[in-house]
């Protein structure tokens, strides 16, 4: 796991909310499905049981990796500086190759939403951007050694 974990004070809040709902509701009822399946005799075919302890082992994996999350957080302050890609800008680039911009808001592996284009620090794109300025062309060095050129058209 990381080391740091940057995330918006949002991100770190809703983390915290969802670390007290695991920890509190979720795995109580968990409990209250493993004693009600093993009320119902033998556990060796028991498939109810099986379902419950599967779920109640993934709650505790979740509960382990958020809190480490938490602990290991590393907030992003605002920052309206846009004279260089940073942790929260949003970066206009376009790719030459295919012809077209695209825009991404680079945020910390907590918060990335390839779906919406907000992209991790950590991701080939997001590694390549951070701390260029405007106009600069950077190589972003993608899985089987692949690269491709993006130009930063603009910072916000």
Request: aromatic share 6%; proline share 1%; charged share 30%.
């Amino acid at each position: 796991m990381a080391d740091k974990f940057y995330m918006t004070d949002d991100a770190k809040k809703k983390a915290e909310e969802r670390l007290k709902y695991l920890t509190t509701v979720k795995r109580a009822e968990i409990i209250e499905r493993i004693q009600e399946a093993r009320s119902h005799g033998d556990l060796s075919e028991n498939a109810e049981y099986d379902a419950a302890r599967n779920e109640q082992a993934a709650n505790e994996g979740e509960i382990v990796e958020l809190d480490y999350q938490i602990k290991n957080a590393v907030i992003i302050e605002e920052n309206d500086d846009t004279s260089v890609v940073h942790l929260g800008s949003v970066v206009t680039v376009y790719d030459e190759d295919l012809d077209e911009e695209q825009v991404y808001t680079i945020m910390g592996s907590t918060e990335a939403d390839v779906m919406h284009n907000i992209i991790s620090n950590e991701c080939p794109v997001g590694a390549a951007l951070l701390g260029k300025k405007a106009g600069a062309v950077v190589t972003v060095k993608a899985p089987n050694n692949f690269e491709y050129k993006l130009k930063i058209l603009k910072i916000e």
